[in-house]
């Protein structure tokens, strides 16, 4: 119980959630093409649910929303097909059902999309954190990521994504960061830490 506590705390998410009537909204910041954003959602009753993105049309990047079931399981996702636009999933959600959702960059696709597999099998572009700078999303190497090919410009990795159901009771939407590698290992090495010196006999 304490690890989990402890690992919890140690990879809490920059982004910042602002709950009204029946929604949610999240806001954030990506720091290379390949970040992914996770959010877990459940409703509680039978209804229309929608999640929608507004972070390229305020200079953000291109995004791709994409939906799971509670195990992982993948179920379909939305990227505007290769347009410079934002995107956003739709459906009726059966009573209590629980769902995660994969906020990610054009065009880092989760691999479950190929063969309608898992989560667990990562995203195309993972390790790949300037893949927007290089072809085929632009003709000559551009510095930095969050290029935006057609346009020419450098984009941001500003993101926000907007939960909504019919029942603003019934709503429950918690974002949980995917950790980079790096950030993974710290975090075990951290509540490893802890652990130890919480076992440690106290001196008198």
Known sequence: MHRLFVYAV????????????????????FFADDNVQLF???????????????SFSSGGFSPILSLFDSTGQFLFDDSGFGSQTDVSLQWTSSPG???????TEFDNFPNAAN???????????????????????????????????????QLTGNWA??????????????????PEPGSFAL??????????????????
């Open 40 to 54: 877990n959602y459940t409703v509680q009753n039978q209804g229309m649910v929608t999640i929608a993105t507004t």
């Open 115 to 153: 063969d309608d597999g898992n989560l667990s099998e990562g995203f195309q572009e993972t390790g790949n954190g300037n893949f927007t700078a290089n072809p085929p999303f632009t003709a000559s190497p551009q510095p930095g990521a969050f290029y935006d090919g057609p346009s020419g410009l």
């Open 10 to 29: 140690l990879l809490a998410a920059l982004a910042v959630p602002n709950a009204r009537g029946g929604t949610v909204d999240f806001t954030g910041v």
């Open 161 to 178: 994504v907007n939960f909504s159901a019919p029942d603003a009771a019934g709503l429950a939407a918690s974002n949980a960061q995917a």
């Open 187 to 204: 975090a075990l090495a951290g509540a490893a830490l802890l652990l130890v010196r919480k076992r440690l006999p106290r001196r008198n």
């Open 97 to 103: 059902a629980a769902y995660i959702v994969a906020l």
